[in-house]
Each structure stands twice: as C-alpha cells, then as structure tokens.
C-alpha cells in the first residue's frame, strides 16, 4: 500500500557516478537472481521481521559476485548479524542519507569498510527522495518524513533509542517540494512517516519556561513554529490531498495545533493508546496517556477538531486479563476513533522490554532448534511461535483468539456502518465501509489469525478489495503543480515571540517571505 520510503531515499543519496539504481520492493515481487552481475553493488534494508529473507537476498546476491551492504532498523542493532548470517561486504548503520554514498563509492575502488556508522544525521541532512525513480501504478500511498525521533520512551518501543529523543525535523520547503512532486505523479494521500508528529508538548514548554532554561525553550520553540509553518504551506496545497501521521494523543491538549492540521489535510494520526488501564500503562512507560474516561475524551477532541484517529492498542502486556480485552473494543468504540488496530505485545530488539526478556533468558535460554527464542526471527517462519514472551495469566492461543474477537467486534459491519457516517455522502460511505474491511483483512494476515486457511482467504479478500480501493486513492495527475521558492528561512526571533507568555496559544500568523 504504501512506499518504502528508504529506498527511493536511499536513491537518492546514490553517488552519480554509479547510475540510477534498479529498485526492487519485495512485497509487490521477488528480486530476480539474474539481474545481478558481479561487481554490481546491493543494498539490503532489513527490520526485524524480514531479517531472515534479506540474509538470503544477501547471500544470493554475494554468491553471484555482487558487493553485498545491509542497512535499516535491524542491521543497526545487530550489524554482526548481518556479516554472518548475510554474508555483508559492509553494513550502515543508524542514517544512510549521507553513509550509503560512502560506502558505494568505497565498493566501486574495491575497499569497502565493514561498518560505517550513518548516526543521527541533522534534519537539514534528510535527503528528498527519488521518486521519478518510483512507477506510480505500484503504490496507492507515497510516504514522506517530516520529523525524527521522539522524545519519549515507551518500553516497546526501539524508536527513542535508534533514532533519538531529540526530534531532528526536516525544513519545511524540502518536505513541501516534495509532496508537489507527488502531486505532479498524481499522489493525493500521503502518509508522513513520522515517529511522532507532535514532538513539543505544553508540559515540555512549560518546564523549559519554570526551570529558566532559555536555551530549551527557544529549541523547542522553533520546532513548534516550524510545525506551524509546515501545516500553513500544506493548506495551501490543493484540496484533494490527504494526509496521515502518527503521533501521541498529548495532541488533544492543543486545539490549536489539531485545527491546523485539519487545515492542512492532515485528516487522521495513528495514536498509540496502548492500555486502556492505568496499570497496563505504567507495564509500558506510558503513563503520561490518559485512561478511562480522559482517554475516551482526549480521543473524542481529535475528532471534534476533525482529525481522525486510528487508535492503536497493545494486547498481551502482564497486566492484561480476560476483561482488559473487552474493556478495550468498548473503549475504542466510545472514543469515537474512526480505526483500530490491535497488536500483539512483540519484543522489538533495542527496546527495554526486550533488554529485560533477554537478560531472564539469559541463564537457561528457550531454544527452538538451535536458534534461541531470544533470536525469534531466526527461526524458520513455518516453526516460529506466535508469540515470544510467556503471559503470566492467559496461554498465548488464548490471548490470540481474545485479540482476533476484537478485532471482529469492532470491524463488524454494522460498527462500520455507524462510524461510516462521519462521511459527506454515500459514496464516501461505501468507500470507507470498504477501507475498512481492507484495513482489517491486512491485519488478519499477519500472524493475528489463528489458522492458515484464515490467512490465506484473508489475503485474496485483501488483494480484491485494495483493488477496489486503489481508484480512491488516486487522482489526476498534476504536471503543472509548481512548488513555492521561499524566502526567508523561518526567524528564531520571531518564532519565539510568537510564543512569549503563553503556551504557544497565541501563534502568529505566517512568518514567511515568499517571493
Ligand atoms: C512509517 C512507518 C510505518 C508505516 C509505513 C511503512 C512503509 N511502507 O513505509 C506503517 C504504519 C505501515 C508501518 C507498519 C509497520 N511498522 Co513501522 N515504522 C514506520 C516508521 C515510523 C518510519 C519508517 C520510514 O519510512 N522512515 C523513513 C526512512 C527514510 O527511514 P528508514 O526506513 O529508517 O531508512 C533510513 C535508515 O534506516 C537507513 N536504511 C534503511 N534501509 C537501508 C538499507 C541500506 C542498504 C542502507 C545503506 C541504509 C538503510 O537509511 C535510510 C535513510 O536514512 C518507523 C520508525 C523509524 N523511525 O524508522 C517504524 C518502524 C520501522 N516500524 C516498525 C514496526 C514494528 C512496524 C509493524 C510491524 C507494526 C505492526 N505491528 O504491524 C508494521 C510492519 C510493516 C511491514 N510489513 O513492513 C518498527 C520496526 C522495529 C524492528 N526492529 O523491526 C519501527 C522501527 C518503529 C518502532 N516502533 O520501533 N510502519
Ligand atoms: S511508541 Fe511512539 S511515543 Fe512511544 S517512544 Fe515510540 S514513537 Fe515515541
């Protein structure tokens, strides 16, 4: 559905002097063997749930004469893996925008380094990608990075730890040139892959301003504004485009910002609800976000500034009991959120659960053939257990089959059909009845159903309706859409003026000098 941003990035920082590289994404098809000639250079991107067939490309790749490199999520935390089981050249770990070129050019003279750390580059650093590389037929989202990094540290999450708590954001014409050019391909919905769209909470200003550091609050101050001015730039964008985030439901504290992202097209955000449960929020470091009746009404304020919210809740977690997963299809309907995905709780490597999973393994390891379940995505996926971490109360079919009824309750067709009226008019309304349905039959093919024949009836179901769908996803391309020049870079000055005394409440209008 969506692009993977990477590669057309990775694309883009490609040295000139080795040509345009062939592109191959394996979930639309398989790389073919053949293409690739000794001496050719392939980069691999693995996270962790395809760590396994990556090693195999690499290998492949190796044995036919090619450089092998590996970069992403997974050769980041785990760059000897990759040397091993994937038999790499070199791998990049951290950023590749500005590392990848360095090590393609070293391939080229024969002497490639093993590791070359890419780091957190600076958000003036991020590359645009390379979509006149892209054929558009192929995708129905493209997906554009405005933001890095987020300053919490929820314990499931390797985000914090990878990529920083230091939100390292992208300068705002570099992003928008990038959507017109989209635009121009006859994208209209884009996803801003970000980790957290919302990266300055009051909170944050709030101690910034009481503990007297000036500094702080004059970063976070610019980042805030360069939000602003973001959203600003994308309202003016023409009106069919459709844009979605991810970001943490702090956001409802500010209606502010929710209406300029409403303006901007920002039409919905993936929040991480997590727990319904105070408890179940503390077993994640989340107790920042709201539970119980808070919750249903700091998830109620998106919508009511027309920002739709597809919430997403954890299910597995040690506090969790039978009732926790009825509690949360109620309170996923009583908050109005327009999706829901439920996933299963999933040590992610480099977070602290994980770190904490390991370290009680450590004594007498849990092995499946002779790979330890502390390497799970080692194991061959047809062995691979469903779930990882034993659950201190439920078996883990049982908490499997609790996870796939809510699923069901909350996509069932009459629960679509009254959230459906969100819509201007009936055919919206069909179409979204059948997003719905895709986005559902998405999930139920990923390791959430309990039987193979589910799976499979899933995945045709899938396919069927996101050909239907595509249609709605596309528009007329736009080959006279031009980008603004700016000209000002965007004043610190009076980024913080805007704020002065408040809690950014009183934004200024535009601080921008277009030419
Ligand atoms: C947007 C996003 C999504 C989107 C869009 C996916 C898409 N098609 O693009 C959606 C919502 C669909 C999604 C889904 C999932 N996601 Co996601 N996602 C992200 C997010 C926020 C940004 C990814 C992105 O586009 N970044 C922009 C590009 C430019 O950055 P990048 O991919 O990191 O690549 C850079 C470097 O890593 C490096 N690099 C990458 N590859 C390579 C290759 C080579 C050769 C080299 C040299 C360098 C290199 O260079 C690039 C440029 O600097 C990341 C978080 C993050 N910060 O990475 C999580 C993240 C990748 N997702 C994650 C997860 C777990 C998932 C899901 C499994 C969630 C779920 N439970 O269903 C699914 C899996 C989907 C799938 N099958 O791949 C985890 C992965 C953890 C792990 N260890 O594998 C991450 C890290 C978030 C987290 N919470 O920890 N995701
Ligand atoms: S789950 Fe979301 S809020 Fe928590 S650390 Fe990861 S990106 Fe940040």
Known sequence: ??????????????????????????????????????????????????????????????????????????????????????????????????????????????????????????????????????????????????????????????????????????????????????????????????DNFYPVTFTDLRLAREQNNTAKLEELTAIRAERFQLMEELAK????????????MEAGEDGEYLDAMRRANIKGALVGVEAVTPEGLKAVFKDWNYSGEALAKQLQTFKKHGVHVLGSFIFGLPTDRPVTFDATVAMALKAGVTFAQFVMMTPFPGTVDFGRWEKEQAQNPTMVGDVPITRYWLIPIEVRPKMFTPHPTMSSDEIRERTQKVWDRFYNWSAIWQRSSCTPNLRSRIAFMFLSKL?????????????????????????????????????????????????????????????????????????????
């Open 237 to 248: 964008l023409p009106k069919d485009m459709v844009f979605f985030t991810q970001m943490t």
């Open 439 to 515: 986005y559902r039959q998405m999930y139920a093919g990923t390791g959430i159903s309990t039987d193979s024949a589910r799976r499979k009836k899933s995945k045709a179901w899938a396919r069927w309706t996101a050909r239907q769908c595509k249609k709605l996803f596309q528009a007329k391309p736009m080959p006279e859409l031009a980008s603004r020049e700016w000209g000002l870079e965007l004043a610190p000055a009076l980024a913080q003026a805007a704020f002065a005394g408040g809690d950014g409440a009183e934004m200024a209008g535009p601080f921008i000098v277009t030419r």
């Open 1 to 194: 559905m969506i692009t993977p941003r990477w590669l057309f990035v990775l694309a883009a920082a490609t040295p000139r002097a080795a040509g345009d590289p062939i592109l191959v994404d394996e979930s639309l098809e398989q790389i073919v063997p053949e293409n690739i000639q000794p001496g050719d250079i392939v980069g691999i991107s693995v996270h962790t749930g395809n760590a396994l067939r990556g090693y195999q490309v690499g290998r492949m790749a190796r044995a036919r004469g090619a450089w092998v490199i590996y970069g992403g999520i997974h050769a980041t935390l785990f760059p000897e893996e990759a040397l091993e089981r994937g038999q790499a050249h070199a791998v990049v770990t951290g950023d590749g925008d500005i590392a990848w070129g360095k090590a393609v050019t070293d391939c080229m003279a024969g002497k490639p380094e093993r590791i070359y750390e890419g780091g957190r580059i600076g958000g003036g650093e991020f590359l645009a990608a390379r979509w006149d590389l892209m054929d558009p037929a192929k995708y129905m989202w493209a997906s554009v990075q405005t933001i890095r990094g987020c300053p919490k540290h929820c314990s499931f999450c390797s985000v914090w730890r990878t990529d920083g708590q230091k939100p390292r954001q992208r300068k705002f014409q570099s992003v928008v040139d990038e959507i017109v050019a989209l635009r121009r391909l006859g994208f209209r919905f884009i996803a801003l892959a970000d």
